[in-house]
C-alpha cells in the first residue's frame, strides 16, 4: 500500500484552527512585521513594467498594450513570485523551523496548504498594487476589464503557488535553493504561463469570458492537480 | 523497575551513507526517571534524539514509545502529541515575539487555554517582561530558554533536550537543572545530552556515555561519583565514533 494510503490523516479537533490557516497567519504575520518579501516583489515589478515602458513604443510599432501587454503582466507576476516563494521555506530553515513544523501533530499537508495559501495572498496582494500601475504606465482601462482580469488572476496565481510551493519546499534543504527553485519552477509551469498570458490577451481585448473560459479551466486543473500533489507528497518532503 | 518503558529502543541502528552512527543501541527510559547521555563530538547523541523526536528513522532496529514503534505511521501524529523536543537550533521564528512564538506552536498542538499556558512557561523560563519582544534582539540565553519553553508547551510525557545548558549562564543553568530535576517528578521521562559531566550527574537519575554506537556506560546516579564519571569518559568517549 503506498504510504500516503498507509498514513493515518489526522483532522484537527472541531474546536481547534486549522493548522494550515495558522501556518498562514504566522507566516503572514511575519511579512507584516518586516514586509521584506512584499517590497522586494513591489519595487522589483515596478521596475519590470517601467524598464518595459520604456522599452517598447508601443504606438510607434502599431501596436496595443492588449497585444504584448499580457505578456509583460506575466513576466512581472511570474519573477516576482518566486521572491516570496522562495522567502516561505527559507524561513522555515533559518532555525530549523522547518523541523519543528515536521514534529507538529498535524498532517503534513497542513503545512503545504498554510504554506501556499501564504504565497498565493502574497502573489495577490503584490498585483493588487501592480495592475493598477501597469494600468498607468501602459495606458489601459483597468476598470473595463477588472472582473475578468482578476479571474485569470487568481486562478493562474493559485495554479503558480501551488506548484511554486512544493517546489520551493523541496529546494530549501539543498545548499543553492535560490538558484534551485527557479530551475525547478520555471520549466514546470510553462503551461500555466502560456494559459495565462492567452487568457489575459484576450480579456485585455475585451473578449467575453467564453472566449477564454477553456483556458481559465485549463490553468485551474492546473493548479489543482500541483495542490493535490503537493497534499500528499508532503510528507516525503519534510522528512529528513 | 518493573513498570514497562515509555521509551526504549531495540538493536538501534543508523547510518550515514557508508558510516554507522548507532549500533544495535538498546535503551529503556521510564516515566519519572532522567538520563543525561554523554558522548564526544560525532558519537550520536543528536542523531538519537532525532530518531526519538521522529524527526529520523532508523536504519535498522526499532524504537517505541509506550510499545508503539515510532516508526508507525497511523500513530505518528499521537507519538508526536507526546514528545517535545529541544533542538541545537531553537526552532523559532526570529521575527516574531516570544509571545507570537509560543502561541503559533500551542495552536499547532492544540493546546487548551493557550494564554494562560504560554504565560506560565515565559514565568518559568523568566522571560516574563520581554514576551512581547522580537525574538531576534534576545540573546542566545534568552533564545535557549523560549527553545525548551516551545519544546514543553504541549506539556509532553516524554522530554527530548539535546545539549539544553549550552549558552546559559550560571543562574540560567541553576535554574535549567531544577527544571530538570522537576519534570521526573512529574511523571514525564526526560533524556537529554550534555558535555557538562558535573551539571548532567547533578540532575539526572541516570548517566550514560555513548561510545562506539551505543551505550559503553549506563548507571544510575546513586552508584556514579563523579570522579568515576570523569575516568570512565576519558576512557570511552571518542572509541569508535
Redesign the interface.
Known sequence: MP?WL???R?V??LN??P?AL??CV?DL??EL??RESFTAAFFFALLVQLVFSFAFDFQSLGLGFQDVGAGVLWITLTFSSILSLQNSFV?ER????L?????????PSSVFLGKFLANLIFVLAVQAFVLPISALFFGYDLAAVALPLSLVVVVNAAGFSALGTLFAAISVRTRRSELLLPLLLFPAATPVVIWGVKATRLCLAGRGLEAYEYLVGLSACFGAIFAVAGVLLFDYVL?? | MSAPSLVSTRNLEFRFGARPVLRGLNLDLHRGESLAVFGSNGAGKTTLL?IL?????PTGGEAFLDEVPLSA??????L??R?G?L??????????TAR?NLH??A????VDNRARRCAELLEMVELGGREDD?VEEFSKGMQQRLALA?ALVHDPELVLLDEPFSGLDPRASSRLGTLLQDLPRRGKAVLFTSHHLEMGLGVAHRVAILSGGSFAFDSPRESTSLEGLVAAYASLAGRGA
Open positions: 504510504r498507509a498514513a493515518g489526522e484537527a479537533p481547534a484552527t493548522p495558522v501556518i504566522k504575520q511575519q512585521k518586516t524561513i533559518e532555525k530549523n523551523c523541523a519543528a513544523l515536521a514534529l507538529c501533530p498535524c498532517d522528512e529528513e | 532525532r523526536a521522529t524527526l529520523l528513522r505511521r497511523a500513530q505518528r501524529s499521537h508526536r502529541r514528545i523536543f533542538s541545537h537550533q531553537s526552532m523559532l521564528y526570529e521575527r516574531l507570537q503559533f506552536y495552536r499547532m498542538y492544540g522580537p516551545r
